[in-house]
Structures are given as structure tokens and as C-alpha cells.
């Protein structure tokens, strides 16, 4: 690891929304490893867990972001137990893959709730917690199919186009607070979000979550007066212009 991220990492307090899953897991490693204190969100108890026995400093929180109140309820775990913030990275985020004739209503539901409603939720109590120090950096991993179309992701691409309206949005109203916010338009990611995809990709030629985790990295580590507000980053095999 590059000695200028684990100098900026040094005693950093870190959220990862999402560490439960591919990316949001290999982020928490990095920042584990460049000496951050990690605080992991995700519903998920089990996964929870496991993080906390492989990386026994995480805390974590366990927290489903469609709910304002429980998404409140993590920031303020996160002041009680440190009392600082310094980045939310949030990596959470569920796809669902069909025909846009065969979306039932609880689809376009579950994709709005998750990846549009609970990306709110998450920047704009993130925003409050930051501005008291007027400082900190927020990366809303949101992925490529937040500017691009594709076939099967109508519901995907609704929810994803629209965290990128609100993620820049915020930023705009938040730039004078000294609150940096990174959107990422990654491409394919190997991750379990591929496990139960109606779709035929070849895995193998997608990102690996450590990369992903790299550049996440590398804009979180950037120089204090640097802001990068976008970073895209596609696999070889799968370039959008
Ligand atoms: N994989 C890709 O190719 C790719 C590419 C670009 C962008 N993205 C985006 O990047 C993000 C991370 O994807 P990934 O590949 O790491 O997927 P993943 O392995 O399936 O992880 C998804 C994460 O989202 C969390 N999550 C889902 N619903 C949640 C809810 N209601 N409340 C709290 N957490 C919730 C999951 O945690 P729990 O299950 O524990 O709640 C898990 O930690 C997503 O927003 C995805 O859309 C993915």
C-alpha cells in the first residue's frame, strides 16, 4: 500500500455502508490495513460478524438503510462510540435485472428503497454529521448504470441515475461546508451482486473488489484542497463512452 494513503488513513474514523457485501468489504480491509477505525453497516448479522472476527477493530453496526430512523441511529453510534467522523463510504446497494414489461411494482419498490431512497438517507444524514467539523469525504459508490442504459436494468438505472442527481445536487449545497463527496461510476465488479443476476457475464473479465477498493482509496487519500468528484473506472473488456 502507497505510504501517502496510510498517512492520511493514520487514526481516521471511517463508515462503510455496505460492508457486508464485495466492494464494501474489500474497502474495509484497505482502511483496516492503512490504519483507519472502521465502523461496517449492513443488515446482515452473519456478515457482520465475520468481518468483526477477521478484522477484530471494526464495530459494527447493523443497519437497513431503507429506514430513515435506523440510518440516524448508525451516525449517532458512530459519534457515541468516537465522537468524530471523517468519511462515510457508502457501497450499499441491491440490483435486480428483467425485462422492463416483466418489473412487477415491488421491484421498481425494492430498487427505489434501496439505491434512490437510501442513498438519501445516508448523504444527507452524513452531510449533517460532517458539517459540524466542516470537514470530511463522502464516496457514493454508485456504479456506471448511473449514466448509462442497458438492456434488463430499467429499474436499476432509475434508481442509480437518480443517486447521481442527488448525490451532485448535495454536493453543490455542501461545498462551502468543506464537505468533499466522490460519486464512482464503476463498471462490472466481481461481487456476489452477480450471484443471482438474470444476466449471462463473464466474471471473470469484471473488476476484482480490490481494485474497486483502490480507487476509493486513492480519492479518500487525496490532498485536502483536491476534490475528485467523479471517478470512472471500467473493465478492459467493457468500456462506455
Ligand atoms: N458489482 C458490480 O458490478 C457493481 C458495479 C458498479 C456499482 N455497483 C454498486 O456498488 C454497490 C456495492 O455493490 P457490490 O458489488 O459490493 O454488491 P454486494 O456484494 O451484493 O453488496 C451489496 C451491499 O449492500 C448492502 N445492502 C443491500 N441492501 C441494503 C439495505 N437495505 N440496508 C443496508 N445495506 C444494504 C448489503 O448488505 P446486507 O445484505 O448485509 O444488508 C451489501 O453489503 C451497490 O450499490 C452496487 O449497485 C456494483
Given amino acids: 500500500m502507497l505510504t501517502e494513503i496510510i498517512t492520511a488513513m493514520q487514526g481516521k474514523i471511517a463508515l462503510v455502508v455496505g460492508a457486508t457485501g464485495g466492494i464494501g468489504g474489500a474497502v474495509t480491509q484497505e482502511l483496516v490495513q492503512a490504519g483507519a477505525k472502521v465502523v461496517a453497516a449492513?443488515?446482515?448479522?452473519?456478515?457482520?460478524?465475520?468481518?468483526?472476527?477477521?478484522?477484530?477493530?471494526?464495530?459494527?453496526?447493523?443497519?437497513?438503510?431503507?429506514?430513515?430512523?435506523?440510518?440516524?441511529?448508525?451516525?449517532?453510534?458512530?459519534?457515541?462510540?468516537?465522537?468524530?467522523?471523517?468519511?462515510?463510504?457508502?457501497?450499499?446497494?441491491?440490483?435486480?435485472?428483467?425485462?422492463?414489461?416483466?418489473?412487477?411494482?415491488?421491484d421498481l419498490d425494492w430498487m427505489v428503497d434501496v439505491n434512490l431512497k437510501g442513498c438519501f438517507y445516508v448523504t444527507q444524514t452524513a452531510?449533517?454529521?460532517?458539517?459540524?467539523?466542516?470537514?470530511?469525504?463522502?464516496?457514493?459508490?454508485?456504479?456506471?448504470?448511473g449514466k448509462h442504459s442497458m438492456p434488463m436494468a430499467t429499474a436499476y438505472c432509475a434508481s442509480k441515475f437518480g443517486a447521481v442527481g442527488l448525490t451532485k445536487c448535495i454536493a453543490e449545497e455542501v461545498k462551502r461546508l468543506g464537505i468533499k463527496i466522490t460519486i464512482f461510476y464503476?463498471?462490472?465488479?466481481?461481487?456476489?451482486?452477480?450471484?443471482?443476476?438474470?444476466?449471462?457475464?463473464?466474471?471473470?473479465?469484471?473488476?476484482?473488489?480490490?481494485?474497486?477498493?483502490?480507487?476509493?482509496?486513492?480519492?479518500?487519500?487525496?490532498?485536502?484542497?483536491?476534490?475528485?468528484?467523479?471517478?470512472?473506472?471500467q473493465p478492459e473488456s467493457h468500456l462506455f463512452f
Wanted: proline share 5%.
Fill in 186 to 233: 464503476l463498471g462490472g465488479v466481481d461481487t456476489p451482486f452477480w450471484d443471482h443476476a438474470n444476466l449471462k457475464v463473464d466474471r471473470a473479465k469484471m473488476l476484482s473488489p480490490q481494485q474497486a477498493a483502490r480507487s476509493i482509496m486513492f480519492a479518500l487519500s487525496c490532498d485536502p484542497v483536491a476534490v475528485p468528484m467523479e471517478i470512472n473506472i
Fill in 127 to 145: 452531510c449533517q454529521f460532517l458539517k459540524e467539523k466542516r470537514s470530511g469525504h463522502i464516496c457514493n459508490v454508485i456504479g456506471i448504470l
Fill in 42 to 106: 449492513g443488515r446482515n448479522h452473519d456478515r457482520l460478524a465475520q468481518l468483526v472476527q477477521k478484522y477484530p477493530s471494526v464495530y459494527p453496526v447493523a443497519t437497513d438503510i431503507t429506514d430513515f430512523q435506523q440510518v440516524h441511529t448508525l451516525f449517532q453510534a458512530v459519534s457515541d462510540r468516537y465522537g468524530s467522523l471523517d468519511m462515510v463510504i457508502n457501497c450499499a446497494g441491491a440490483g435486480i435485472m428483467k425485462q422492463f414489461n416483466k418489473l412487477e411494482p415491488a
